[in-house]
C-alpha cells in the first residue's frame, strides 16, 4: 500500500500569510494531487500533477498553488491566505492508468 | 462534469441493522468506482474499487452494487456494528481531458448505535 505523508498535520495562519503544505510519498507513483475536505463538499480537486516539474489546475485552484520539485515531493502553497480556505487538506498519489488514490492523513488549517 | 450525488447525508442505525447508501452519477463514459471510508480525524482508505464490468462485490461485512443502466452505485453494510460508525464517500473515475479524475459524492455520516 502506498505510504503518502503530509506536513504540518495542523496549521494556524493569518489572513494575507503564506502558507506552504507539504506530501510526500514513497511508493514512486507518477501522479499526485491535492484536495480539501469542507462539509458537505466531500472532497474537491486543487491541483494535480503527472511527475516531476509538471503541475496542473483542478476544479477550485483560485488562491493555490502547487510544486512538484520531485517524483516523491508535492507541496501546496497559498501566497494570501484567506480565511475561506480554513480547511481540510488531502494529499494523494497513484499510479498513470491506476485510477486508484492512497491519500495522506491530512493537514487541518486554520486561517484567522 | 461529472457530478456525484451521495444520500443520504446521514444515516443512524442500531447494531445489527443494515445501513444502505447510495450514489448517483451522470457521466456515461465512468468506468472505475470506489467507496472509501473516513473515521474520525483519519484519512481516507480504500474499501473497495469496481470496475464497470462487474455489477456486485463482497467486502467484509458489506455489499457494493453497481446498476451502470440508472448509473447507480450502493454500498449495503449487512449488519452494522459500532466499528462501522464513520463517513463513507464514493467516488467515480472518468477521463477528464488527458487524466483519469476522480469526483467524490459528498460523503455520508454513519452513526452505528449499540
Known amino acids: 500500500e502506498a505510504a503518502v505523508t503530509q506536513s504540518p498535520r495542523n496549521k494556524v495562519a493569518v489572513t494575507g500569510g503564506k502558507v506552504t503544505l507539504s506530501c510526500n510519498q514513497t511508493?514512486?507513483?507518477?501522479?499526485m494531487y491535492w484536495y480539501r475536505q469542507d462539509t458537505g463538499h466531500g472532497l474537491r480537486l486543487i491541483h494535480y500533477?503527472?511527475?516531476?516539474?509538471?503541475?496542473e489546475k483542478g476544479d477550485i485552484p483560485d488562491g493555490y498553488k502547487a510544486s512538484r520539485p520531485s517524483q516523491e515531493n508535492f507541496s501546496l502553497i497559498l501566497e494570501l491566505a484567506t480565511p475561506s480556505q480554513t480547511s481540510v487538506y488531502f494529499c494523494?498519489?497513484?499510479?498513470?492508468?491506476?485510477?486508484?488514490?492512497?491519500f495522506g492523513p491530512g493537514t487541518r488549517l486554520l486561517v484567522l | 462534469g461529472e457530478q456525484v450525488e451521495q444520500r443520504p447525508p446521514h444515516l443512524s442505525v442500531r447494531e445489527g441493522d443494515s445501513a444502505v447508501i447510495t450514489c448517483t452519477y451522470t457521466?456515461?463514459?465512468?468506468?472505475?468506482f470506489f467507496w472509501y471510508k473516513q473515521e474520525p480525524g483519519a484519512s481516507l482508505q480504500l474499501l473497495m474499487k469496481v470496475f464497470s464490468s462487474t455489477e456486485i462485490n463482497e467486502g467484509q461485512g458489506f455489499t457494493v452494487l453497481l446498476n451502470k443502466k440508472d448509473k447507480r452505485l450502493s454500498l449495503n453494510l449487512t449488519a452494522a456494528h459500532p466499528g462501522d460508525s464513520a463517513a463513507y464517500f464514493c467516488?467515480?473515475?472518468?477521463?477528464?481531458?488527458?487524466?483519469?479524475?476522480?469526483?467524490f459524492g459528498a460523503g455520508t455520516r454513519l452513526a452505528v448505535c449499540p
Open positions: 457521466d456515461p463514459n465512468s468506468y472505475y
Open positions: 500533477s503527472y511527475g516531476a516539474g509538471s503541475t
Open positions: 467516488a467515480v473515475s472518468a477521463w477528464s481531458g488527458s487524466f483519469n479524475k476522480l469526483t
Open positions: 511508493n514512486n507513483h507518477n501522479n
Open positions: 494523494a498519489s497513484g499510479d498513470w492508468g491506476e485510477d486508484t488514490q492512497y
